[in-house]
């Protein structure tokens, strides 16, 4: 698709925008694979539509306020990436033009509110735990509160869980055979403390070093997916000073968007003086299923026990794994290892769960509909146990299995392995 | 059907368009902002008008209520599925009301009468996912077929690589029901005059199709696939040829030259040869193992005798990724520049190499980067122009363009297979088709259409004398 966004943004954000909407030939294959396109119908709220829109507004033919609708309904599941043949970078481009866009928008009272405080909790895990605190009491009161109100404090778990911090340093159990830094997460140590406590666990186990850098923070994929880009380069300048690629075989995330984050520094400092830096750590980092697969194939996992009656899992694909990442078949193979485990595909597979990131306090409708559309679709296949590799899909599959009344168990694929490790499946 | 004449004379009352569409059909049916309209001006191949409207319907009920506004208001109609078409059908080409059927998606499968009754909007794949728990299918396979809408393969009678054996989408059609250019609703079936047959690849120029009833199939029980290379693009048509007059009749045989391997191979890097002129994948299909695997073997021996490299599937997953390959081809030319004119045209066998051969000469010579792919065992070829509008000049691809349909026509071949005319062969019609057909298929046009609203500068070129 032609365009002249290079000419008028010559920044380095600029060229990477024009870039991605240069690739489109527009061929509509993006489509079906567009949880908005799919639930919507409009081409507007599909990946090609949302090209020509940001093209239309960076070229100066329309004004922001026209697009910013549909724009803001883009989940960012990158779905459309998977489905893309002609490999057009839609994630340098919607985040960059969030980037852009967001300090010129003029956002409602409680929309600011409820953004700010957003990106203040998350990345704090003390805050973001006393905020769930107040957030349960907070709860009964929700039919009271506005909509922008009561979507946020929907989230909040009803039962908050003790921290469970982790060392800085963990010895390999057994002959060490590497060593690995380790990227907690912020909003998963309150939400669900066990995913890290499992990981640590399975490494170790496996003669894995890990180590937990002390000065790291949030990668920054929240602030930097809603076009808050100051506060995430911020945030990814200081974990650029906290991890050493150089010390360890890899960095790894149990997050799938946390590890998609670290993956998207080069694009995030495109044009900044630590462009490079950004460059050698993300050529490091690894989602865990994916270094858990290569352990296994270079010698090896430590046998699992086998599950005390055959298992159904079926196993949903994180959009920042599957789409952001392109990890689908790792944690799968690391799943049918289990003796006694059947794996189940879902269908839809693919179609984003509608949590993502902050969709679900900013766009409630949509997210909903696709939560419950995801928790269907997981039923359909009769799972006992349903496994993600993200924090967010957690929760989000997790909320939306309760209120249709189903029993079955969500968890993090490493929790499956932890549990298979210590005979508890 | 009432027949009358030119939709209101005088100036076109376009800003009460969007204001009686919302009165009549409520708001969430109608987009009016620019942002909106903006999005409605392209198929997947080119930029056209911005509409000065677009009505997403949810029923019959909805389209007629539209095309009367529009008619009321003097401003054209162009109806649009997913807009994954490649000869710029669903680009508007003036100001003008855009019918978008996507919300339309209702689909019923009735597997004791083996038809499946599917609204525009219904995504061409899903007809053979609803019918596949039943045992049947939905043969007609455009590339497309994942995003692809039934009403836009019926508008363009889109076919696929099976269609050598089984047929383009209008094979597949026992019924229709559409709304005419009055707004008036009509079921038609294919007996007495196949006035069905008409609308399927009229392109929305002479009716908007709100319901199709299909014909579904039983699948072949065994298929098997092969691929081969060869050198040089004219020995894969030797091939073809070779195949079918030897009694092959494959369900699929599909031809890419070196371009499009390399193209598909820089995307999925499957191990495609990207050294071979070209290659050849193919399918035989049927219910007796014998007969499926005897025909694969003609087709071995006839591209082994024009000197290619086979190599038989192992299973079916290696099937699907060669298929997998082909089916990439189109968009995966994206890659190599950024805009393309995709030509379809469609020769006799008899003649394939030496077409094949011809047309890659004239890319050559024209200093263009040209590629040819296709449905090759129905003599459909579709060499692609592939240009940056910065670097290159559109009056070149143009008149390349124009010599491929020369060659085609010069064939004893046509200017179209599955694609349509759309707006971009349109001004090659007139060497295409002689004076008394066209003006035959103008009388069709008038009779159906004659306030012209319908999809106007679509298919049919302006008569260059004064009788139009």
Redesign the interface.
Known sequence: MNNDIAAQHPDAQGQLMAHAVDACVHCGFCLPACPTYTLLGDEMDSPRGRIVLMKSVLEGELPLLDAAPHLDRCLGCLGCVTACPSGVPYGELISGFRGWAEPQRRRPVIQRLTRSAVLTMLPRPALFRAGATVGKYAKPLAPLLPQALRAPLDLLPSAVQPAQPLPAFTPAHGPKRGRVAFLEGCAQQVLTPNFNAATVRVLSRNGIEVVVPPGQGCCGAAAMHTGARPLALQQARRNLDAFDPAGVDAILSNAAGCGAGLKEYPMLLAGEPEEGQARRLASKVQDISVYLAELSAAGGLEPFMPTTRPLRVAYHDACHLAHAQGVKAEPRALIRSIPGVELLDIPEGDLCCGSAGTYNIEQPDLAGRLGDRKARNVLSVRPDIVVSGNVGCHTQLQSHLTRLGSPVRVMHTIELLDLAYRGEL | MTVSGPARPGAPDRAGLARDLTRLLGDGKV?S????R???R???IQFGATPLAVV?PESTADVVAAVRAARQAGVPIVGRG???GLSGGAAPAQEGLVI?F??M?RLHIDPLRREARAQP?V?TLQVSEAARPHGLVYPPDPA?F???TIGGNLGENAGGPMCFKYGVSGDYVKALEFVDADGEVHRLTRDAYDLAGLLIGSEGTLGLVTEATLRLTTPARYTRTLMSHFAEVGQAAEAVSAAIAGGAVPSKLEFMDRACVNAVED?LQIGLPREAGAVLVVDTDGDDLETVEHELELVEQACMRACGTVRRAADEADSAALWRARR?V??????IR???MNEDIVVPRSVLPDVVREIERLGQASGLHMVQFGHIGDGNLHPNILFD??QDSPEAVHQLAHEVARVAIRYGGVLSGEHGIGSMKVAFMQEAVDPTTLAALWDVKRALDPGMALNPGKVLPQPEASDA
């Open positions: 987009l902002t620019l942002g909106e903006l999005n409605y392209y198929d997947a997403l997913a807009a994954s978008s996507t919300r998606t909007g995504v497309s994942r995003t692809s995307y990439s189109s968009p995966a030319l994206g890659r950024p805009q393309r509008p910065r």
